[in-house]
């Protein structure tokens, strides 16, 4: 019994002390962020809080136009998961409750295949596809070629699979249209695995980088990670780490926070999956 | 079996909006990037100028070679840390102690965060003058190292960020592992005598294995593909193209030097190596779902 008192403790004390090595650097940020620009300079480093928290945050947020990036990573994070979300089911659905139509399984292999192809295979012409399109500096380039998800497809062809055959057979009988089943009865059964998916993109979308920065020119439609680096611009040797600070804490405070909201619809969906 | 709708149409309605975008958004301009890499754009950019195989024999210059190398240094420093390190964390919040559930919240946080933020607080607890872990360096070896001038220190800089960044992802899914492996069956090698290290190589490690190996490629893909962000924030591939990953040297050739043919030619070599990695994938596990 001593022994497992010992192991626990052992057990207590990795998990607190990797839990304060992984998340120092987030609390040094979040001190420094509330420093004066002469505070930041001192050394030894100072690890208090300072006093000019509301300066830095309204600085970061002004610097930047942090509102109006937060609004575009906000927009097309939740319109590119929602995206996803929808085209899946309606491809899940196709594949799994239609029998074996024709192209099937080319169709198939054509979703499949966008996990062969990332985005830097494929950057240049499809950023001379937006320009064609005049899509340069819109929503529709940092929403729409995002829209496609295989990850999305297999995840709700293999819950759809797990559904009981008499479920749909009664519903037939009833008279229900394919419409009907798939809003009424395999969505409301899909809940968890459709907000888990729905975490998972969201954050993908919130922190995409390279495409935005290749997309978009004018201020109004940069994103928040963009943001992050226009705040470093110009910053040779002595940054102002304090204001940068404010705008990564604002930068990551909307995914955090939607992490934990939605943390345990991601455990959920995942031992879901596991388990049957 | 699921059985069928009798319809004929409606399976292709479904389907023809995930058809046209992947068409149309990838599998176009992909085949695209394979025809303009037998090209190169005309000095006034108005056409293109047939060059045959030479954006590709340009691939052997020592700057491409360089970034090469420093991807494939970068990404299995970022794999085989970030493995190890996060196979121990979810091991210890597998067990069952009081507070298990804050302790695992404690650690997947790192999940949400991007790599741009990954890379503006890393460039901070290292800045060379102020920064909290450069203090806690010098006062352990007495000197300060400068990752802004000491290309190796830069790449193990932005290794430590990259994989710091990881360490949710990393962990949420070997705790997925280790949770579907049956807790009867530790416990009846416990009362045969066996160890805990034996109990890990023996029984735990083979049946996490497949979870390991598509940990194994998430990361590869990771450290390839998705860490341009956090480069550009902190190093923008300097110094002295240290950092110059191949994913930075592609968007700097395409967009900053608009060499469109040698940067399509970049990509075909990333497409081989994509490619190459979903065999394995094919190979060895059947049935996974993938995440980004």
């Known amino acids: 019994m001593n022994r497992k008192r010992y192991f626990h403790f052992f057990i207590h004390l990795i998990l607190i002390v990797s839990f304060v090595i992984i998340a120092f650097p987030v609390f040094y940020a979040f001190i420094v962020s509330t420093q004066t620009f002469q505070d930041v300079f001192v050394y030894p480093p100072k690890f208090t809080p300072g006093n000019d928290t509301i300066q830095n945050y309204v600085a970061a947020w002004e610097t930047v136009k942090m509102g109006r990036l937060l609004f575009n990573s906000t927009l097309i994070s939740v319109a590119v998961a929602v995206g996803k979300i929808v085209l899946s089911l309606m491809a899940a659905f196709a594949f799994t409750y239609f029998g074996d139509f024709k192209g099937k399984g080319l169709f198939f292999v054509i979703i499949l295949i966008t996990h062969m192809l990332p985005l830097p295979i494929r950057i240049v012409p499809t950023f001379e596809l937006m320009r064609s399109f005049n899509w340069v500096d819109t929503y529709y380039a940092l929403t729409v070629p995002f829209f496609a998800s295989a990850t999305g497809v297999l995840l709700f062809r293999q819950l759809f699979l797990t559904v009981p055959a008499s479920l749909c057979d009664a519903a037939r009988v009833d008279g229900i249209t394919p419409m009907g089943f798939l809003m009424r009865i395999l969505i409301p059964l899909s809940r968890t695995n459709v907000s888990a998916l729905f975490l998972i993109e969201f954050l993908y979308m919130w922190n995409q980088y390279l495409w935005p920065l290749v997309v978009t020119n004018r201020d109004e439609m940069r994103v928040v990670q963009i943001g992050l680096k226009m705040l470093l611009a110009g910053q ?19 995914p955090l926070i939607i ?18 | 079996m699921q059985s069928k709708f ?33 090209f190169r754009v005309s000095p006034f950019g108005d056409r293109l100028i047939y060059v045959a195989i030479d954006n590709f024999t340009n691939l052997l210059t020592p700057d491409y070679l360089n970034s090469f190398i420093v991807t494939v240094v970068f990404t299995g420093a970022v794999v085989v840390v970030g493995l190890v390190v996060c196979l121990a964390l979810a091991l210890a919040a597998n067990q069952k102690v009081a507070g298990i559930g804050l302790y695992r919240t404690g650690l997947i946080w790192p999940y949400a965060l991007s790599p741009a933020v990954a890379g503006t607080i890393w460039a901070l607890v290292f800045d060379p003058s102020t920064g909290a872990f450069s203090y806690f360096i010098s006062l352990a070896s007495g000197a300060m190292p400068n990752w802004r001038t000491n290309g190796p220190f830069a790449v193990v800089v932005i290794t430590l960020a990259a994989t710091w960044k990881m360490v949710g992802y990393n962990v949420i899914f070997f705790l997925a592992g280790l949770q579907t492996i049956p807790r009867e069956l530790i416990e009846a090698a416990e009362i045969d005598g066996a160890g805990p290290l034996k109990r890990f190589w023996n029984i735990t490690f083979p049946l996490l294995s497949p979870m390991t190996l598509f940990l194994l490629i998430m990361n590869t893909l990771y450290g390839f593909f998705q860490v341009f962000g956090l480069i550009d924030v902190m190093t923008e591939g300097g110094p002295a193209r240290a950092t110059e990953v191949l994913v930075y040297k592609l968007y700097y050739d395409g967009f900053i030097s608009l060499k469109t043919g040698y940067a399509s030619a970049q990509s075909i070599v990333l497409f081989a190596f994509v490619a190459g990695l979903t065999l394995l994938q094919f190979r060895f596990a059947k049935r996974w779902v993938f995440y980004q």
């Not at chain 1, 040797?237 to 909307?254: C, E, F, K, S, V």
């Not at chain 1, 992490?259 to 049957?276: D, I, P, R, T």
């Not at chain 2, 009798?6 to 975008?21: C, Q």
Request: proline content about 7%; cysteine-free.
């Open chain 1, 259 to 276: 992490l934990f909201v939605m943390q345990s619809s991601l455990v959920k969906g995942f031992s879901m999956q596991e388990e049957k």
């Open chain 2, 6 to 38: 009798p319809s004929r149409l409606l399976p292709y309605l479904l389907l023809s909006p995930s058809i046209v975008i992947v068409i149309v958004f990838l599998i176009i301009p992909s085949l695209q990037s394979l025809y303009l890499s037998f």
């Open chain 1, 236 to 254: 040779a040797q002595a940054a102002d780490w304090n204001i940068i600070m404010a705008g990564t804490i604002i930068a990551m405070l909307p």
